[in-house]
């Protein structure tokens, strides 16, 4: 028998004590530093229980339970639910510091019926039998005036003709405007984002010419809220903005959204992404994003009814006393989600929308496909990427951001690795050892 090559392993955060966890298995462990000692040591004494667990394994047997488990995931996908985005113009209204589509073009249009029951049309051929939703993205989909509104209504009817639900990425600053003829349709959950309270939101989220932005989104936030659509809060967090988390989640906290079934929220790092954040002092890379947030958290727990951070697979674990399925792959280009703008143009993910050169083919106004572009981004996976293949932290991983290693890379098979080890250290301290303190 000899120790899992699926093993994570680590000391925990500000304690003496450790913690094991084998995704392959399942199984996860807080151990003593006597315990601790052994494994570093290769010397357990209580091999029944770790070899019950996992932990310690034959290769073999580790090896087919390895190739089930793959199988598994790839069924679980092959029928898992698909995002399918909608870009119906990348025009925008803000002038953000870190916006990523500054340099794309943009035609100032709005896609025509024709071209829009083309693209219910292509989803309704290719994605026949698979459960799937709508996500209208941007540019900012929720632009003022009737144009834009007329557009948003006839992509409403659509969906609801194909009975599907619709979900939107907006900046929030017309969407107080958009609520009664939301609600009026089957809306999963409308993405808003605020960067801190107002000083330091409307520093970073400006309307264009100028002018604050703040008042308006938490406005539309409100109304939102009391018709009963649900808002997935984000913070697109860097260096210039992260101590204030504090405040914003106090100030969400005295507004009542906290307590309300329909608010949920999450954390976006701001990090480079095509044509985003000249100013690379501010940005934090992963680890240090989560380091800065535990820092913050161990000083104002308040934070935690905001937000609570996944610090990898803690959070799940806590809040499930299980461990999540072993994930071979966390990209969800091509698998789960693929984007479509009013171009007639495809594309894999949110991430390489509107990159032209990225372009997985055309749904309008004929159906083309660069099949063998598409399988790259198929096949990629923790055992098609060669970095992966010998990484202990691969299944909690999945092999990270295809877009992000394609761009550092040049290569869509290469790895984005996360820091998973070092996020569980934290959040194994977070929900765990400092909860029962």
């Not at 309307?207 to 913070?235: M, P």
Request: aromatic residues 12%.
């Amino acid at each position: 028998m000899t120790l899992s090559k699926h093993n994570i392993f680590s000391r925990i955060a500000d304690s003496d004590e450790y913690f094991i966890v084998n995704l392959l298995t399942g199984n996860a462990d807080i151990l003593s530093a006597e315990q601790a000692q052994e494994v570093i040591d290769q010397r357990i004494s209580n091999t029944g229980e770790f070899t019950e667990k996992g932990y310690l394994c034959d290769e073999a047997e580790e090896t087919r339970l390895f190739r089930k488990r793959y199988a598994d995931f790839i069924d679980a996908r092959d029928k898992d639910e698909i995002q399918l985005f909608f870009v119906p113009w990348y025009s925008c209204n803000f002038s953000c510091t870190y916006c990523y589509q500054e340099g794309y073009s943009n035609l100032h249009t709005t896609p025509s019926n024709e071209l829009i029951n083309s693209f219910y049309a292509y989803i309704d051929r290719e994605f026949a039998g698979r459960k799937k939703y709508i996500t209208v993205f941007g540019g900012e989909p929720l632009l003022p005036g009737e144009m834009y509104k007329t557009v948003v209504r006839r992509l409403l009817d659509k969906a609801k003709e194909a009975g599907l639900e619709t979900a939107f990425v907006t900046n929030g600053y017309s969407l107080h405007d958009y609520v009664d003829l939301l609600k009026t349709y089957k809306i999963r959950e409308v993405q808003v984002t605020l960067d801190g309270t107002e000083q330091i939101h409307d520093l970073r989220r400006p309307l264009k010419g100028g002018g604050s932005t703040f008042q308006q989104i938490a406005l539309g936030i409100d109304r939102a809220l009391e018709a009963g659509i649900t808002i997935n809060l984000r913070v697109v967090v860097d260096r210039q903005n992260l101590a204030g988390i504090t405040d914003l989640a106090r100030f969400a906290i005295e507004k009542g959204w906290t307590k309300h079934q329909k608010f949920k929220t999450q954390l976006g790092r701001n990090y480079e992404l095509h044509y985003c954040q000249t100013d690379q002092g501010k940005l934090l890379t992963r680890i240090e994003m989560y380091q800065e947030l535990y820092n913050l958290i161990q000083r104002h727990p308040e934070i935690l009814q905001f937000h609570k951070p996944a610090f990898s697979i803690s959070k799940f674990l806590f809040e499930n006393g299980s461990l999540p399925s072993p994930l071979y792959d966390s990209c969800p280009g091509t698998k789960t989600e693929w984007a479509f703008d009013y171009t007639g143009s495809i594309y894999s993910c949110t991430a390489t929308v509107g990159k032209k050169e990225e372009a997985l083919g055309t749904y309008y106004p004929t159906a083309t496909k660069k099949s063998e572009l598409i399988e790259q981004w198929e096949e990629r996976d923790v055992t098609s990427i060669k970095e992966c293949t010998s990484c202990n932290l691969r299944l909690a991983c999945g092999g990270g951001c295809a877009s992000v290693a394609y761009n550092r890379t040049g290569a869509i098979n290469s790895p984005d690795c996360r820091p998973v080890k070092e996020l569980l250290e934290l959040g194994i301290s977070t929900y765990f050892v400092k909860e029962l303190e």
